[in-house]
């Protein structure tokens, strides 16, 4: 199907590695955020901490605890990545980030 400007496809757009996402896995569905390491062929990577630990991880940087909670470095093979959204606010629902500065009073990117 031809794209605009002579036939040429539209690409979509790149979340470049640094950027803060949502990585959504099936078989077993789980759900991650983190910091986009890379994403290749064979798979991504990330630096994250499950969604359901996210909340917990989040009181933990705002009480000023010891790290009992922090993020890991993983590897999810292609073929259990259903998708990958970046963090950004969706209208009025805040982002991951903006959560984690509402509580925690500063950037989650100066607290890693």
Same mark, same amino acid.
């Given at each position: ?8 496809? $539209?690409?979509?757009? @790149?979340?470049?590695?640094? %950027?803060?996402?949502?990585?959504? &896995? +099936?078989?077993? $569905? ?11 062929? $064979? ?9 359901? %630990? ?11 605890? @010891?790290?009992? &909670? ?7 093979? &292609?073929?259990?990545?259903?998708? +990958? ?6 209208? @009025?629902?805040?982002? /991951? ?12 990117? @100066? /607290? &890693?």
């Amino acid at each position: 199907m031809p794209g605009p400007a002579g036939g040429a496809r $539209a690409r979509p757009p @790149e979340i470049p590695p640094g %950027s803060a996402v949502i990585v959504n &896995l +099936i078989s077993p $569905a789980e759900k991650y955020w983190g910091v986009l390491g890379e994403i290749g062929a $064979a798979g991504v990577t990330l630096r994250g901490i499950g969604l359901e %630990s996210f909340d917990d991880w989040t009181a933990q940087a705002a009480r000023g605890a @010891e790290r009992a &909670l922090d993020l890991a470095t993983m590897f999810f093979p &292609l073929f259990r990545v259903e998708r +990958i959204f970046l963090d950004e606010p969706v209208g @009025e629902v805040e982002s /991951y980030g903006q959560r984690f500065l509402r509580r925690v009073g500063r950037p989650v990117e @100066e /607290y &890693l």
